[in-house]
């Protein structure tokens, strides 16, 4: 097990291979362990990836990605295992680092080199006019940290900010903390990834948060998998989009370049993705060029008014149960029907609706 990071900045020699037909499989885990066993040792990656994900462990750090119900033993994906292994590596930069680099050299450096030399085990500063940083008692750091805020003419003119790399503990104990000095000014990553997306999704469908859930994904007809790369960037996606594939639904990829992930999907966790070909996940690739998803979607919408006008839905109204006194209905709502209607709903529906519960069609965007 390394102790320490690599002294010169790594030099890979990048080549061009033909694109890969399919993703995840025995090489995800065989890479994901080699990693983590560099970087935490043996003892330490048992702990973190069987508390990875789990009830009463720890969340993943990679991505947002949310735990279903059933959870499995290994409830994580290559990128998760190396990343929280990356946090727990017992590589350690001291400060014989510091004093052997000079800011300007850490500066050249790669993010890469700099991320593995380890995690720091004290406050560093850089004094002023100093070309080196230089360590520092904790009681001079936080000394040095009120002396600024102590400046401030107001509270407000202070900004507190948490990543989601911190852990809820640490973030509470911001909060309060900056509170208790006089300020809300708490943004968060969220604010910097989010804000956009959040302010349009909360004038569109109220809420400034994605309003679906794994189960409208594992029961979905169809599914939209828009400008995403599942497979490089989220893999825990690819299991939902199995469990998609195995209860009847469809998947369309939309995106400018094919993902491997999308293309087929090894699933470690089970025989076929280890002795067996995968599972296809794509069932239609349309590949359009960058910024083509708004055409793309209009002409979708167009076709779908035009299929509409020119067979209307003989449902036309939609009733309920009246309010209880609470404000909620005692019965879903249901479609009334035209006078003389049956309602009636081609034979495919018909047998995909007593085969499934629901009728569901998911557009995952990035």
């Not at 599914?223 to 690819?238: A, D, S």
Request: with cysteine; proline share 8%.
């Amino acid at each position: 097990m390394t102790k320490t990071g690599p002294r010169e900045d790594p030099h890979d020699d990048l080549t061009v291979t033909p694109p890969k037909r399919w993703a995840a499989g025995v090489p995800a885990v065989a890479h994901a362990m080699e990693y983590s066993l560099e970087q935490a040792g043996p003892r330490r990656t048992m702990l973190t990836l069987l508390s990875l994900n789990q009830a009463e462990g720890i969340d993943c750090p990679g991505c947002a990605w949310p735990d279903p119900k059933h959870r499995h033993k290994n409830e994580y994906c290559e990128n998760g295992a190396k990343h929280v292994n990356d946090e727990a590596t017992t590589r350690r930069v001291t400060r014989e680092l510091f004093a052997r680099h000079s800011i300007a050299e850490l500066d050249a450096k790669s993010d890469m080199w700099l991320n593995h030399q380890g995690r720091l085990t004290e406050p560093m500063v850089k004094r002023p006019g100093a070309t080196h940083y230089e360590p520092i008692g904790w009681d001079d750091a936080l000394g040095i940290v009120a002396d600024e805020l102590n400046a401030l003419a107001s509270p407000d003119e202070a900004m507190f900010y948490t990543s989601g790399r911190l852990n809820n503990e640490a973030a509470f104990l911001l909060q309060l903390f900056a509170r208790a000095y006089g300020t809300n000014n708490l943004p968060d990553c969220s604010n910097m990834c989010h804000e956009s997306s959040g302010s349009g999704l909360g004038e569109t469908l109220g809420i400034g948060k994605g309003s679906v859930s794994l189960d409208d994904i594992h029961e979905s007809d169809l599914v939209f998998v828009v400008g995403q790369n599942p497979g490089t960037n989220h893999p825990r996606m690819l299991s939902a989009l199995e469990e998609t594939k195995r209860n009847g639904g469809r998947v369309i990829a939309v995106n400018p370049l094919p993902e491997a992930g999308l293309i087929r999907f090894k699933n470690p966790q089970r025989p076929r993705g280890v002795i067996g070909r995968g599972t296809v996940i794509a069932d239609q690739f349309l590949k359009i060029r960058p910024g083509g998803d708004l055409a793309l979607f209009q002409m979708l919408n167009r076709l779908l008014l035009e299929a509409e006008d020119a067979a209307p839905a003989p449902c036309s109204t939609t009733t309920s149960s009246p309010p209880t006194r609470s404000g909620t209905t005692t019965s879903p709502p249901t479609r009334a029907r035209s006078p003389g209607s049956t309602c009636s709903r081609p034979p495919a529906w018909t047998a995909r609706r007593s085969r499934r519960s629901t009728s569901r069609c998911c557009a995952a965007a990035a």
